[in-house]
């Protein structure tokens, strides 16, 4: 098995189970790699310090963090292997004075909606992991920490949205046009991400035009920088997985070899 790629995706809301287009671009991103052994995933809905990581056992239970939504996206299950494998390795890779705290906490929608679409038998080992920091120089250094587990079949997923400016959204539409802050934030991300520049993405909240419309509050962004950091050779430009936007807002995905 050739190592697994990371990933950064858009994770959307329940409503992207429904959404055909965007659900069949997530659908065809597995069958560009191998199929893991194992995945590792970072949500943006889940910021928490020190590292924690979800409940490994068999059939981890949902976290349903969203609301007003129909009565159905409450009652769905995604029931996953047990994870106490990937678990113990991800303990045994952190620094003697970094221990991860291994919580009770199930998979929440930043993991479980796009997963249930990429991986629909659920039969794959799922772990999430707390964003400790917003600092996009230390989650890069986390992402590298993890690196050597792409070697062993994991595939690594940072889960954001790449705007989401959600207060300042005026057409809730699926196919509802981009503002004009989230179409520049869009591009500015995608040439910096062409360039493989790094130190630019890392200094979005000085360079991007519109960061504080396309992210009153950072953390859908900043997962792409485990990915980033998991590179394995990070002046390789990523490759563009998913373009366009939904209800407004960029959902780019990347692969990072």
Do not use: C
Not at 173 to 186: K, L, N, V
């Amino acid at each position: 098995m050739s190592a697994m790629p990371a990933l950064y995706i858009g994770h959307g809301a329940p409503l992207l189970l429904d959404d055909p287009v965007w659900s069949s671009e997530l659908a065809a991103l597995p069958k560009k790699f191998d199929k893991p052994k194992a995945i590792l995933i970072v949500s943006a809905h889940w910021e928490s310090a020190p590292i924690s990581i979800s409940s490994p056992i068999s059939g981890t239970p949902l976290v349903y963090d969203f609301g007003g939504f129909h009565p159905k996206y409450y009652q769905m299950t995604y029931q996953t292997p047990d994870a106490t494998a990937l678990a113990e390795r991800i303990s045994a890779m952190m620094p003697d004075n970094q221990s991860v705290h291994e919580s009770t906490r199930g998979l929440d929608h930043g993991a479980w909606v796009p997963l249930k679409i990429m991986y629909p038998d659920a039969d794959i080992p799922v772990l999430q992991m707390s964003m400790p920091t917003s600092d996009p120089g230390t989650l890069i250094e986390l992402g590298k920490r993890l690196r050597p587990l792409r070697d062993e079949g994991v595939l690594i997923i940072g889960s954001g949205f790449l705007t989401h400016g959600l207060p300042f959204l005026r057409d809730w539409s699926i196919d509802a046009a981009a503002p004009g802050w989230s179409s520049e934030f869009d591009v500015w991300a995608k040439e910096a991400l062409s360039r493989g520049d790094v130190e630019t993405l890392a200094s979005y909240k000085e360079l991007a035009p519109g960061v504080r419309y396309a992210h009153p509050t950072v953390e859908h962004f900043t997962p792409l920088f485990v990915t980033l950091g998991a590179s394995s050779n990070p002046e390789v430009a990523p490759e563009t997985l998913i373009e366009g936007f939904w209800m407004g807002l960029s959902k780019r995905s990347v692969l990072v070899a």
